[in-house]
């Protein structure tokens, strides 16, 4: 016969199994079992436990730290009164308290989870004993009790149901499972969680009534287990919490290394010991941040009413960090939905943002994947297809790559080093040789593969100077006179108008009227139209654009015929000015230093810089052409390059940038 | 000396609630012409009404598997039960002894001092110190935790008791924990805990491949995982409640006197936490 559990045995069996009867056990059975395995219910954490958690927040080093220094003022303040050391001193010792408490309720909020379990458990219950039908503690009932469910019951022990009366239960309490189940006695095969006829604790009883035989009692049930867990498991401290740790280590370190120097130069320089100590602990207080948890506490509350008024209710303040950095929540119950797995929808190239669906593409690209993946394959009796285990990623490439060509026993057999993911890095690689070839592949983020790949923002930067410099010499060579004009053809009328005092030539204002429409034309291009938007973006991040999957090199390209086409409009316009002449090249790089004023990212910056640019070109040319040489003017946009990516790196009104390293 | 069948399982006579001839019983089952040999020594505080109903109800289960039952009631030779045992089972490695530990602990331990305990030591046969949490589980766990540690001659003395329950078995989580000192522990990097791990992935392939090699068990049924951490036990009933496993199937304590006065033992600390059954092996391989 095949081993079986309880679940999986007839309801007659089940009696005899649990060592029990039908008319319940007698009341020295009872009693010997409870002495066995206990009261029925779930552990509470030990009596001194909430002490020991205090003495923890209150006895730490930060904490001890900030005694120290409560201590020394009031000695201080004990020594010269008047100076506020006193007041000091209760402001250090109320934050050191203060920060202990809140981090005691923090805990101990955690530590409540085991009590609202508990109260699933019901009070009281009615079993059979001895032949009789009695109500007893449920804290009393140890396996092999026969237990009576009526409607309404919560249940308070695993037991299996030798009989039922159209029972239904609501298991949510274990499984999360909305829906009621109906409940019967016949055997069940597969997991004991799934099984249709076992009443499990903390559950309740929506319709019916049924007689079952108790196995499990107290922290050996389901409900016991899930306790036991919300016990256990570690709560690992977050980021935040490592980096706060880790400043305070280092800042102490310097404090006490310069505490010491302190205290040394002191008694060699012939002060009083006592003076010496104080003023070296004096030392040591200032420089430890005594109120850097205070801060952190007051900013992730402040963070968390702000997500309040947002309807996130954050319980825990620690998740707000966690909040901040997560850009996407998916949720889903697994099991319901999903079953833990990946599979491979489509595969799509980076750069062009197409699916790639060429078997002569993906085939090595799939390859590639593999080498740089950890999987590994194994055939059961009695199965069809291999079984692949290793990450769900990993698993899911092994997997298409079997649909498509078959197994890729010999990539993964011909793959002689693998290394593993790295987080910080965020990649995985390895090493493909099978004799003939030798492959090295590399999976993991875009961000990170990126830099890996393509051509860097410099050689695009050579590249526009080596065309410029090309088609200079081009148009040299064509028309060799270095300036030419537009003769009595003039593209904008040449009138003057008044304007109050000033007499200006009409064609500047035409030029002006010009540049605020394409000023204007542009501001809304880039503002509303997908492709503008896409540029911004594009300019923003690159790779960030490239994993939402727009077409980058479509972007670019636009951008660079918006740039021709501005560019020449802007030496049209110039030109109708003055002359046409090789010169205007140079006009390109005054425009440089504009954007560089204006700031690389804001078009009002570059609209306020070009005025100043002008106007500084030309009161300089004026005034310092009489003190210097005559092409002086020409460099006074380059010295304001010089000097403001000295002073104001970002421009007047470039958004400035904190990256994170 | 007791004349036994044909698969040598033998087990000590239960006489707790939470019945460990259970597994004693699905042991032997699960071979032709299964037969189990019920020991047990006479020390006068049994009653002999109780007994003879154990050994009834061990009887019908018995019947139920198939299993042949063989009792032997044994008179107490000396001081101990232990020499009795002894002389009783054959001495080596193709014979299997299955006995339990205290029901509570109350503050002795639930293998310390025992007669499981001392029989683990002996190396007389092989032998499996159960105890019982979930008695729902009928001596069937199907879903196994293995916690190993990284020793020279790999697997090989877990593989006998493995063997008998290998046709049962439906999941075998491997679990290796590397142990790291608290203060290290508290600070120890992603990539630090990387570089502790490759070499206990290693070893845990390495007891995969032994059990595909030994069992034939299929590499679906397997995983394995290296844990790095300051509190080995705490570990191991994590990885039991979170992998859901029925029975954590540990080996005996390698630990002499003054190491486990110095370290504590791991033993203990599971077989008091678990929240599922706990069986302690030491095979001979």
């Given at each position: 016969?095949?081993?079986?559990?309880?679940?999986?045995?007839?309801?007659?069996?089940?009696?005899?199994?649990?060592?029990?009867?039908?008319?319940?056990?007698?009341?020295?059975?009872?009693?010997?079992?409870?002495?066995?395995?206990?009261?029925?219910?779930?552990?509470?954490?030990?009596?001194?436990?909430?002490?020991?958690?205090?003495?923890?927040?209150?006895?730490?080093?930060?904490?001890?730290?900030?005694?120290?220094?409560a201590i020394v003022c009031f000695v201080a303040d004990a020594i010269e009164s008047g100076m506020g050391m006193g007041?000091l001193g209760?402001?250090?010792?109320?934050?050191?308290?203060?920060?202990?408490?809140?981090?005691?309720?923090?805990?101990?909020?955690?530590?409540?989870?085991?009590?609202?379990?508990?109260?699933?458990?019901?009070?009281?219950?009615?079993?059979?004993?001895?032949?009789?039908?009695?109500?007893?503690?449920?804290?009393?009932?140890?396996?092999?009790?026969?237990?009576?469910?009526?409607?309404?019951?919560?249940?308070?022990?695993?037991?299996?149901?030798?009989?039922?009366?159209?029972?239904?239960?609501?298991?949510?309490?274990?499984?999360?499972?909305?829906?009621?189940?109906?409940?019967?006695?016949?055997?069940?095969?597969?997991?004991?969680?799934?099984?249709?006829?076992?009443?499990?604790?903390?559950?309740?009883?929506?319709?019916?009534?049924?007689?079952?035989?108790?196995?499990?009692?107290?922290?050996?049930?389901?409900?016991?287990?899930?306790?036991?867990?919300?016990?256990?498991?570690?709560?690992?401290?977050?980021?935040?919490?490592?980096?706060?740790?880790?400043?305070?280590?280092?800042?102490?370190?310097?404090?006490?290394?310069?505490?010491?120097?302190?205290?040394?130069?002191?008694?060699?320089?012939?002060?009083?010991?006592w003076?010496?100590?104080v003023?070296?602990?004096?030392?040591?207080?200032?420089?430890?941040?005594?109120?850097?948890?205070?801060?952190?506490?007051?900013?992730?509350?402040?963070?968390?009413?702000?997500?309040?008024?947002?309807?996130?209710?954050?319980?825990?303040?620690?998740?707000?960090?966690?909040?901040?950095?997560?850009?996407?929540?998916?949720?889903?119950?697994?099991?319901?939905?999903?079953?833990?797995?990946?599979?491979?929808?489509?595969?799509?190239?980076?750069?062009?943002?197409?699916?790639?669906?060429?078997?002569?593409?993906?085939?090595?690209?799939?390859?590639?994947?593999?080498?740089?993946?950890?999987?590994?394959?194994?055939?059961?009796?009695?199965?069809?297809?291999?079984?692949?285990?290793?990450?769900?990623?990993?698993?899911?490439?092994?997997?298409?790559?079997?649909?498509?060509?078959?197994?890729?026993?010999?990539?993964?057999?011909?793959?002689?080093?693998?290394?593993?993911?790295?987080?910080?890095?965020?990649?995985?690689?390895?090493?493909?040789?099978?004799?003939?070839?030798?492959?090295?592949?590399?999976?993991?983020?875009?961000?990170?593969?990126?830099?890996?790949?393509?051509?860097?923002?410099?050689?695009?930067?050579?590249?526009?100077?080596?065309?410029?410099?090309?088609?200079?010499?081009?148009?040299?060579?064509?028309?060799?006179?270095?300036?030419?004009?537009?003769?009595?053809?003039?593209?904008?009328?040449?009138?003057?108008?008044?304007?109050?005092?000033?007499?200006?030539?009409?064609?500047?204002?035409?030029?002006?009227?010009?540049?605020?429409?394409?000023?204007?034309?542009?501001?809304?291009?880039?503002?509303?139209?997908?492709?503008?938007?896409?540029?911004?973006?594009?300019?923003?991040?690159?790779?960030?654009?490239?994993?939402?999957?727009?077409?980058?090199?479509?972007?670019?390209?636009?951008?660079?015929?918006?740039?021709?086409?501005?560019?020449?409009?802007?030496?049209?316009?110039?030109?109708?000015?003055?002359?046409?002449?090789?010169?205007?090249?140079?006009?390109?790089?005054?425009?440089?230093?504009?954007?560089?004023?204006?700031?690389?990212?804001?078009?009002?910056?570059?609209?306020?810089?070009?005025?100043?640019?002008?106007?500084?070109?030309?009161?300089?040319?004026?005034?310092?052409?009489?003190?210097?040489?005559?092409?002086?003017?020409?460099?006074?946009?380059?010295?304001?390059?010089?000097?403001?990516?000295?002073?104001?790196?970002?421009?007047?009104?470039?958004?400035?940038?904190?990256?994170?390293? | 000396?007791?004349?036994?069948?044909?698969?040598?399982?033998?087990?000590?006579?239960?006489?707790?609630?939470?019945?460990?001839?259970?597994?004693?019983?699905?042991?032997?089952?699960?071979?032709?012409?299964?037969?189990?040999?019920?020991?047990?020594?006479?020390?006068?505080?049994?009653?002999?009404?109780?007994?003879?109903?154990?050994?009834?109800?061990?009887?019908?289960?018995?019947?139920?598997?198939?299993?042949?039952?063989?009792?032997?009631?044994?008179?107490?030779?000396?001081?101990?039960?232990?020499?009795?045992?002894?002389?009783?089972?054959?001495?080596?490695?193709?014979?299997?002894?299955?006995?339990?530990?205290?029901?509570?602990?109350?503050?002795?331990?639930?293998?310390?001092?025992?007669?499981?305990?001392?029989?683990?030591?002996?190396?007389?046969?092989?032998?499996?110190?159960?105890?019982?949490?979930?008695?729902?589980?009928?001596?069937?766990?199907?879903?196994?935790?293995?916690?190993?540690?990284?020793?020279?001659?790999?697997?090989?003395?877990?593989?006998?008791?493995?063997?008998?329950?290998?046709?049962?078995?439906?999941?075998?989580?491997?679990?290796?924990?590397?142990?790291?000192?608290?203060?290290?522990?508290?600070?120890?990097?992603?990539?630090?805990?990387?570089?502790?791990?490759?070499?206990?992935?290693?070893?845990?392939?390495?007891?995969?491949?032994?059990?595909?090699?030994?069992?034939?068990?299929?590499?679906?049924?397997?995983?394995?995982?290296?844990?790095?951490?300051?509190?080995?036990?705490?570990?191991?009933?994590?990885?039991?409640?979170?992998?859901?496993?029925?029975?954590?199937?540990?080996?005996?304590?390698?630990?002499?006197?003054?190491?486990?006065?110095?370290?504590?033992?791991?033993?203990?600390?599971?077989?008091?936490?678990?929240?599922?059954?706990?069986?302690?092996?030491?095979?001979?391989?």
């Open positions: 016969m095949a081993a079986a559990q309880i679940h999986e045995v007839a309801a007659s069996d089940v009696l005899g199994l649990l060592r029990s009867r039908s008319g319940g056990l007698t009341a020295f059975e009872v009693e010997a079992r409870r002495h066995e395995v206990g009261p029925n219910r779930l552990q509470p954490p030990s009596r001194w436990r909430w002490l020991r958690i205090l003495a923890k927040h209150f006895i730490n080093f930060f904490s001890l730290l900030l005694y120290l220094a007041l209760w402001a250090l010792l109320g934050v050191a308290v203060l920060n202990g408490l809140f981090a005691f309720a923090q805990e101990m909020r955690a530590e409540r989870a085991m009590e609202a379990l508990r109260r699933f458990l019901p009070q009281r219950v009615r079993v059979c004993r001895e032949g009789t039908e009695r109500e007893v503690l449920a804290d009393d009932l140890v396996p092999g009790d026969v237990l009576l469910l009526a409607e309404g019951d919560r249940i308070a022990a695993d037991a299996r149901l030798v009989e039922t009366e159209d029972l239904l239960v609501n298991n949510a309490p274990l499984t999360g499972e909305s829906r009621s189940q109906p409940l019967k006695t016949g055997a069940a095969k597969g997991r004991l969680i799934d099984s249709p006829n076992i009443a499990f604790a903390g559950c309740s009883v929506l319709r019916g009534n049924g007689t079952a035989v108790v196995f499990a009692t107290g922290h050996r049930t389901e409900l016991g287990k899930i306790a036991a867990l919300s016990r256990d498991v570690r709560r690992p401290l977050s980021p935040l919490q490592r980096e706060t740790n880790r400043m305070v280590r280092v800042l102490t370190l310097i404090a006490v290394v310069m505490g010491l120097i302190f205290f040394a130069v002191g008694v060699a320089s012939g002060r009083s010991l003076i010496n100590i003023f070296m602990l004096g030392i040591i207080v200032a420089n430890v941040p005594e109120g850097l948890l205070p801060t952190i506490t007051l900013a992730l509350s402040m963070a968390s009413l702000r997500m309040a008024k947002k309807q996130v209710l954050v319980k825990t303040l620690e998740a707000v960090e966690s909040l901040g950095a997560v850009h996407v929540i998916c949720t889903d119950k697994t099991g319901t939905l999903t079953r833990n797995e990946l599979a491979i929808a489509a595969m799509v190239d980076p750069i062009q943002g197409l699916p790639i669906q060429a078997p002569t593409a993906l085939r090595p690209l799939l390859k590639a994947a593999l080498i740089a993946s950890e999987v590994r394959t194994g055939m059961s009796p009695g199965d069809s297809a291999p079984h692949w285990s290793g990450d769900p990623i990993d698993v899911a490439l092994a997997q298409r790559y079997a649909e498509l060509f078959g197994p890729p026993d010999a990539i993964l057999a011909e793959t002689r080093r693998h290394f593993p993911f790295d987080l910080a890095k965020r990649r995985e690689a390895g090493v493909f040789a099978n004799g003939t070839e030798v492959l090295f592949a590399i999976k993991g983020a875009w961000e990170s593969l990126r830099p890996l790949i393509g051509q860097p923002i410099l050689s695009l930067i050579a590249v526009t100077l080596g065309i410029g410099y090309f088609l200079e010499g081009l148009v040299t060579f064509i028309w060799p006179a270095s300036t030419a004009g537009f003769g009595d053809k003039h593209i904008f009328p040449r009138d003057v108008i008044h304007i109050g005092p000033a007499v200006v030539s009409q064609e500047y204002v035409w030029v002006m009227v010009i540049c605020i429409v394409i000023f204007l034309l542009l501001t809304l291009f880039f503002r509303f139209h997908k492709m503008g938007i896409a540029m911004r973006a594009t300019a923003d991040d690159q790779m960030a654009v490239q994993a939402c999957g727009i077409p980058v090199t479509r972007v670019f390209s636009t951008s660079w015929m918006f740039a021709c086409v501005v560019a020449a409009i802007g030496g049209v316009l110039i030109s109708s000015i003055g002359s046409i002449s090789h010169g205007l090249v140079d006009t390109g790089l005054k425009a440089f230093s504009v954007v560089i004023l204006g700031g690389l990212d804001s078009f009002v910056g570059a609209v306020v810089a070009g005025p100043i640019i002008g106007l500084a070109e030309s009161y300089g040319g004026g005034y310092l052409t009489r003190f210097l040489w005559a092409g002086v003017r020409d460099i006074i946009p380059f010295l304001i390059i010089i000097i403001v990516m000295v002073i104001k790196p970002y421009g007047l009104f470039g958004e400035k940038r904190i990256e994170r390293i | 000396m007791i004349n036994h069948g044909p698969v040598d399982v033998v087990v000590l006579v239960p006489l707790s609630n939470l019945d460990y001839g259970h597994y004693a019983v699905q042991l032997a089952a699960g071979h032709d012409d299964p037969t189990l040999t019920a020991v047990h020594v006479r020390d006068g505080r049994t009653k002999d009404t109780m007994l003879a109903e154990k050994l009834q109800r061990m009887r019908q289960e018995c019947e139920h598997h198939g299993v042949q039952l063989v009792v032997h009631l044994l008179p107490r030779v000396g001081r101990s039960p232990l020499d009795a045992i002894r002389s009783a089972v054959p001495e080596g490695p193709e014979h299997y002894l299955v006995c339990g530990t205290r029901a509570q602990g109350r503050g002795r331990g639930f293998l310390n001092g025992t007669t499981s305990e001392q029989l683990l030591r002996s190396g007389h046969c092989n032998v499996l110190a159960v105890r019982v949490v979930q008695p729902g589980l009928l001596g069937s766990p199907r879903r196994l935790l293995l916690p190993v540690t990284e020793r020279s001659g790999g697997f090989r003395s877990g593989l006998p008791f493995l063997r008998l329950f290998g046709p049962q078995v439906s999941h075998l989580h491997i679990v290796l924990v590397a142990r790291v000192g608290r203060g290290r522990f508290r600070v120890l990097s992603h990539e630090g805990s990387e570089r502790l791990r490759s070499p206990g992935q290693a070893y845990c392939e390495r007891v995969e491949r032994e059990i595909v090699e030994q069992l034939g068990l299929g590499s679906k049924v397997m995983d394995a995982q290296v844990v790095v951490s300051d509190e080995i036990p705490r570990e191991i009933l994590i990885a039991a409640n979170k992998t859901k496993s029925r029975l954590i199937y540990m080996g005996a304590s390698e630990r002499n006197l003054p190491q486990r006065f110095l370290y504590g033992s791991p033993i203990e600390q599971v077989l008091r936490d678990a929240t599922c059954d706990v069986a302690i092996y030491r095979g001979i391989a």
